[in-house]
């Protein structure tokens, strides 16, 4: 890609307000910078891309029609704002997006007064904007409130039932419905940017309210004659008909790299004193770096890549990705068993579910950003005696819960949940770590909930998962790889609820759920130097406990510690339980708990995040030695 040669105007804009002082045949040369910049600053930090290229003119044309920050600007999902973080006042801080310390990879209140509410997870900017809507009406003021919603986002029911209510309340709201799919866009062209602009006038908008009220007043039958013309004949043109069916005036589509279409539909739009307005914007995602719009996926989502030619720097691998591994073991077990289905909303590719698709194209299903109807869709599944695998990231589960509780966990269906992105999940930062579903689920009767230590005990884990036929069951796994140990050719059932010791000691124990096993063994190896003889077990269920196993641990050790990848109220909160019900507590016998403090953690390497969680092998002999009532320090000392 080449810059242009005029004088830079990216350097004279500090602040949306500075945006607004240029004259309007400026913007596409300041467009070609702020892609530039945009597409420089990701080869440096990695993160999404093709987004956010493919909004540069529709982020440059809201800025320069609205007065940013008063008007409210919320960008759905907040992926694509990364040149929205440019224009505000972040752009010398740009290049730690996603670092330790450095701007968040979506939108944060804490972050700046431009990003008006703070989004990672998608479908909740017109939930959102219509709730700012109807505070600025109560509190008597008049600015613009603005949501900016991907064509993907909108296959999430939350975003309709935002828009019927919204329709329904008749709050002045303006949504831009970012098409970058042609999902749903018919061609555009000037003839459709000439009946945008058209449709979006004062004039056009007025003769329709007033054609309402008119209509109103006619005899109903006549009413819903004139209604049903023109809602086909507008429909004919620009197919808009099913938002205005939700009581939004539709305008669109329009080009959404075109600042000459953008820019006078926009104006008209705020112009205007109407009720909700939808605006429909066509993009092209990854628009104007050529190796973005030819890959497949747009460069959604790259590691630091080359400039020049759009490489992406290879990370060096010495063990193979537990996403990856889950979706081999699943295939595996899918020859063997013509039941198994798998399930994802869209993330095929996040969730390794891509490659069981190009093996099992029907019986792999993609139902969207729709989390709530996967899981009762699985739930029907399992109810014809299908085996569903529901694999859904741990944070996104969370927008299911009621599903999990109402259509699974009470009807007992052996639905089964692969929950990747267990844990702290690195650049992504909070909004995407996966730190609950360990409590969340756990709680639920009749779940068998399984976390896998290593690679190896995934694959186990799958085909456990698999042989479950009377109850629903979830395995968690991290993001990331494995430990790198030696990996069995194919899966064997697990026995349900029973744990394994790796390693025997005599005074300290440390009970391990899931991806913490390793920094176990490095933390025990620590503590044998200090005369700390250590067990080192792999509980492997939360739910069932092995009962025996931890009886057995909390009777011969003076010392008990579980650690896990997960909030309080998880694994450790059951073994206390358990542990307080045999009467194991009344005695000398120390218990600690060991889980994510009670915080959100914000984006920085996963190795960094978990030493600030003192979930790390140094912060596991401190627990130990708090136990004991020693203090690291000084045992150091007395050791040297």
Known sequence: MTQTSKTPLLDQIAVPSDLRKLPAAKLPQLAAELRHETIDAVAVTGGHLGAGLGVIELTLALHFIFDTPTDRLIWDVGHQAYPHKILTGRRNRIRTLRQGGGLSGFTKRAESEYDPFGAAHSSTSIS??????????????????????????????????????????????????????????????????????????RAYLKLRDVGKQLA??????????????????????????????????????????NLDHLLPVLKNVRDTDTGPILVHVVTQKGKGYAPAETSADKYHGVVKFDVA????????????????????????????????????????????LDLFQKEFPNRCFDVGIAEQHAVTFCGGLAAEGFKPFAAIYSTFLQRAYDQVVHDIAIQRLPVRFAIDRAGLVGADGPT????????????????????????????????????IHDRPSAFRYPRGEGLGIAMPEEGKPLEIGKGRILREGTKVALLSFGGRLGECLKAADELSTYGLSTTVADARFAKPLDTDLLLRLARDHEVLVTIEEGSIGGFGSFVLQELAENGMLDGGMKARSMVLPDVFIDQDSPAAMYAKAGLDAKGIVAKAFEALGKDVAAETVKLA
């Open 216 to 257: 109103a007043r006619l005899p109903k039958r006549l009413d819903d004659f004139i209604t049903r013309g023109v809602e086909h004949a507008r429909g004919f043109w620009t197919g808009g008909t099913l938002f205005e069916e939700l009581g939004f005036y539709y305008v669109g589509p329009i080009d959404g790299h």
């Open 309 to 352: 030619t759009g490489a992406q720097a290879k990370a060096k691998s010495r063990a193979p990705q537990y996403t990856k591994v889950f979706a081999e073991s699943l295939i595996k077990e899918a020859r063997k068993d013509e039941k198994i289905v798998a399930v994802t909303g869209a993330m095929p590719s996040g969730t390794g």
């Open 128 to 201: 959102a904007g219509l709730g700012m809507a109807v505070a600025r009406d109560l509190a008597g003021k008049k600015h613009n409130v603005v949501c900016v919603i991907g064509d993907g986002a909108m296959s999430a029911g939350m975003a309709y039932e935002a828009m019927n209510n919204a329709g329904a309340r008749n709050e002045r709201l303006i949504v831009i419905l970012n098409d970058n799919d042609m999902s749903i866009a018919p061609p555009v062209g000037a003839m459709s940017a000439y009946l945008s602009r058209l449709l979006s006038g």
């Open 432 to 467: 995407h770590a996966g730190s609950f579903d360990i409590a969340y689920l756990g709680c639920l009767p009749g779940f068998v909930l399984m976390a896998a230590a290593d690679e190896a005990e995934l694959v186990h884990m799958v085909a456990t998962a698999a042989a």
